[in-house]
């Protein structure tokens, strides 16, 4: 399942973005698509922990998996949860086998058309401040060793968003990330701007908005703002 030979580019990707202008969600998208490229998962979403040591969503690779991430936080049920309450990875959970586990995550998850899910607990020494949810659209079991490589993906992920700030408490971290978190509320705003000028789906008018970020050379949350603040500006 695990293919080894996207494991140095991986790494030398996380390198690169972090030594260009920082953009943390951004970075975060970009966590999520290599995590689903190396683990060969169908969709992949992560949730931080955030200053008052709730989980937030932060990233997906699909729409679906972003409803899902959202279902485990009204329901407070679901992988990510158990992942990130006990710091230890879930993996090996089929769904259909799950429905006394996580009885609404579960059925909501097989009727998107998922088979199974794993989750890694994003993590400094014993502390976790996220988790990492990959789900597959077939029954599918991930041997040890794969299990070590997907652990140290998401470890050395935290590790690199650490090393960004030059962070040396905890603190600082949540503060981040909280700034992480509003940026991502006008995200989503401005992706249904998007979507409903282009009439397209949220995936696609995302796209269009990290496309547009890259080319034009600004980071992904100031462009939303700079989305949202002229359509409210036409609105008076």
């Known amino acids: 399942m695990i293919d080894l030979h996207r494991i140095p580019e991986l790494f030398v990707d996380v390198a690169d973005t972090l030594v260009a202008e920082f953009d943390l969600l951004e970075f975060l998208h970009r966590l999520t698509e290599h995590a689903a490229t190396v683990s060969g998962a169908s969709a992949v979403g992560l949730m931080m922990l955030d200053q008052n040591d709730v989980l937030r969503y932060m990233a997906s690779t699909s729409e679906s998996a972003r409803m899902l991430e959202l279902l485990q936080l009204q329901t407070e049920e679901g992988p990510c949860f158990d992942c990130s309450r006990t710091g230890q990875a879930v993996v090996n959970a089929e769904l259909a086998e799950a ?3 996580w009885p609404v995550f579960a059925r909501a998850a097989l009727d998107a058309g ?7 607990p994003m993590r400094l ?21 794969e ?17 960004e700030r030059q962070l040396s408490r905890a ?6 990330l909280q700034g992480a978190l509003n940026s991502r509320i006008v995200l989503e705003q401005a992706k249904g701007v998007l979507a409903q000028q282009m009439g397209s789906t949220p995936d696609a008018a995302f796209e269009i908005l990290r496309r547009r970020a890259r080319s034009e050379q600004v980071r992904l949350s100031d462009l939303a703002r700079s989305i949202v603040d002229e359509v409210e500006r036409r609105a008076r």
């Open 171 to 176: 603190g600082a971290v949540t503060e981040q």
């Open 99 to 101: 429905t006394g586990r």
């Open 114 to 120: 998922f088979r199974s899910v794993h989750a890694f």
């Open 125 to 145: 020494r014993d502390e976790s401040i996220g988790a990492l949810n990959l789900l597959g659209d077939e029954d599918g079991t991930f041997e040890p060793e």
């Open 147 to 163: 299990v070590r490589l997907v652990q140290a993906l998401a470890d050395v992920a935290t590790i690199a968003l650490l090393q």
